[in-house]
């Protein structure tokens, strides 16, 4: 009859008071995990008892007779007959701007421009008297009107005061009088739409006070700039909560030469806990300081082998760029960000320098202009170029993507935040390509999972839920948004671990529990891979494991 846990941790605790540390071995990264349910996200084991870490690493997993008969002088550590899963990896996000958002006001769920106002005030109270209010997270189209808000909205509240707030998404900004009076509210007025953004106007040609995409620029070039404390700020903030959310991996979409030197610098202060796969942003200075040498290890916590481009904005928005007119606005097909000339003369670049190519594609338009521009410059599947949102495609095009392996980098939580607008955007037969989860699963195209965050929450939990229900967190609608795109918990969770590692060339070192990776993993409050859905939601994270430390919460 197998012992009791608390009873060989009881033998594991009298063997030190007798024998001393030589006997059974205390090395905070080495030890056997038992009574724990471990879903491994690996193709020959699902399910195991036990893991064997040494140094950081997993040396054997499996059954927990046979792992602590091999390993009989490592310590033990009890996950408590919880579920243990691989740490998450967020395949798309944005790092710093996680922190940063925390630096300034949330707007996120606001459910009218009054809540707006609330929030804006209250965080207002702490500000000097000539700081700007800097805020992100509104949302037009979870307000009554659905129309987007206008300068004057903000200005009876705050007539002095610049304010400067980004969409939900990034893809527009809100600007009071103040603001624009600053920027130059005459140059505003007679300026024509940049290319690849709008600013937005009343009947007779004012401007309203929201700049799109990168018409964005016309104010967001004035916002008073962040202090390299503030930025280290932001980043302890950033580690902070991706370690509570149980995030050890994350692919950060678009980063340049001093966030880079930042990881840097938190790396050699041995305060940086996640494996960082960044993409560089655009073609600056660090893609022409990494071409033909792209693949930057530094040590094992940062990885830099990508690039990061943009081609459209977001449907939201109605920036993303559709190959017809939006439903809603007709004579409107969004907005492409750059010249199809410029974009695959990048891409060919790109792919001479040796880079992985992670491109932001939204419409329906964008994805083909992506698969256009990656066909042309010779993309095969060995590149592992990368789709960024695939948000809206034509289903007929999936052949192309199997033909040059190209992975598809989605967000299950944008389906659930765009499903009260996107048919409505789309229409019924367009919105049918639109976060089509299952129809390219099944094709053979692989995912990776990731939130967008800030854009969503950093919670992976959030998109484990949306992935297997197609639902909000009210459970609507009822059976499931478009429901025969829902994957199983078994894909979700390798889209969220094995194959977010597969789409950043990582899986020889994480992404599943398995002899020779990194023990990097996570103990879960419930076992998600068998409770009913909606307590997924509730589910908590009780311990984070990094390299066999323990960064968040606790084992037994």
């Excluded at 030190?16 to 030890?31: D, H, I, K, P, R």
């Excluded at 070039?221 to 903030?237: Q, V």
């Excluded at 600056?284 to 040590?299: A, E, K, T, V």
């Excluded at 320098?353 to 992506?370: E, F, S, W």
Aim: hydrophobic share 40%.
């Amino acid at each position: 009859m197998k012992p009791s846990i608390a009873l060989r941790l009881f033998i594991t605790t009298l063997m030190l008071g007798a024998f001393g540390c030589s006997t059974v071995v205390q090395n905070e990264s080495s030890f056997v995990l038992v009574d724990a349910i471990i879903y491994t996200a690996n193709d020959s084991l699902a399910i195991a008892e036990a893991m064997a870490v040494m140094d950081g690493k997993i040396v054997m997993i499996g059954n927990e007779d046979e792992v602590l008969a091999a390993y009989p002088s490592l310590a033990l550590k009890s996950a408590g007959g919880r579920a243990v899963v691989p740490g998450f990896t967020d395949a798309h996000a944005h790092f710093m701007g996680l922190g940063l958002e925390k630096l300034q006001v949330d707007l996120r769920g606001t459910k009218d421009i009054a809540e707006v106002i609330d929030r804006m005030k209250a965080f207002e109270a702490n500000l000097p008297d000539s700081a700007w209010i800097i805020g992100r997270g509104w949302n037009q189209v979870l307000w009554p009107s659905r129309e987007f808000p206008t300068r004057q909205d903000l200005d009876a509240a705050f007539p002095t005061r610049p304010v400067w707030l980004s969409r939900v998404d990034g893809h527009a900004g809100w600007a009071n009088t103040a603001a624009m009076e600053l920027a130059g509210m005459d140059e505003i007025r007679s300026a024509s739409d940049p290319e690849g953004g709008a600013i937005l106007r009343f009947d007779n040609g004012e401007p309203t006070g929201v700049f799109v995409d990168t018409a964005q620029r016309f104010v967001s070039r004035l916002a008073p700039g962040l202090t390299d404390k503030d930025l280290d700020h932001a980043l302890e903030l950033a580690l902070q909560e991706a370690a509570e959310m149980g995030l050890t991996g994350i692919h950060d979409a678009g980063v340049g030469s001093e966030t880079v030197d930042r990881y840097k610098r938190f790396i050699d202060e041995d305060r940086f806990t996640v494996r960082m796969y960044a993409m560089v942003g655009g073609t600056g200075q660090l893609f022409d300081q990494l071409c033909n040498n792209p693949i930057l290890n530094y040590g094992d916590k940062l990885t830099v082998r990508s690039v990061k481009l943009v081609l459209d904005g977001a449907l939201g928005s109605r920036g993303a760029a559709l190959i017809d007119d939006y439903s809603d606005h007709p004579g409107n097909k969004g907005l492409i960000r750059t010249t199809v000339e410029e974009f695959n003369e990048t891409v060919q670049r790109a792919l001479q320098c040796g880079y992985q190519v992670n491109t932001h594609a939204i419409g329906d338009r964008a994805n083909k202009m992506l698969l256009d521009g990656y066909e042309m410059a010779g993309a095969t599947p060995e590149g592992r170029h990368r789709d960024e949102h695939t948000q809206i495609i034509d289903l007929n095009e999936i052949p192309r993507f199997l033909k040059m392996g190209i992975i598809a980098s989605m967000q299950p939580t944008h389906a659930t935040s765009d499903l009260n607008m996107a048919e409505d955007r789309l229409g019924a037969h367009r919105v049918k390509g639109g976060y089509a989860w299952r129809t390219l699963k099944d094709a053979g195209v692989p995912l990776a999972f990731g939130s967008d965050f800030p854009v969503e929450k950093s919670n992976p939990l959030e998109g484990f839920f949306a992935s297997v229900t197609r639902q909000t967190k009210d459970l609507l609608p009822e059976g499931g948004w478009y429901p025969e795109e829902r994957l199983t918990r078994e894909e979700t969770l390798k889209a969220f671990s094995a194959d977010a590692a597969f789409a950043a060339f990582e899986e020889a070192k994480m992404g599943s529990l398995s002899p020779g990776k990194f023990a990097d993993f996570i103990v879960l409050s419930d076992d998600i891979m068998t409770i009913p859905s909606p307590q997924i939601l509730s589910t908590k994270v009780v311990a984070t494991i990094f390299g066999g430390k323990v960064i968040f919460g606790s084992l037994d």
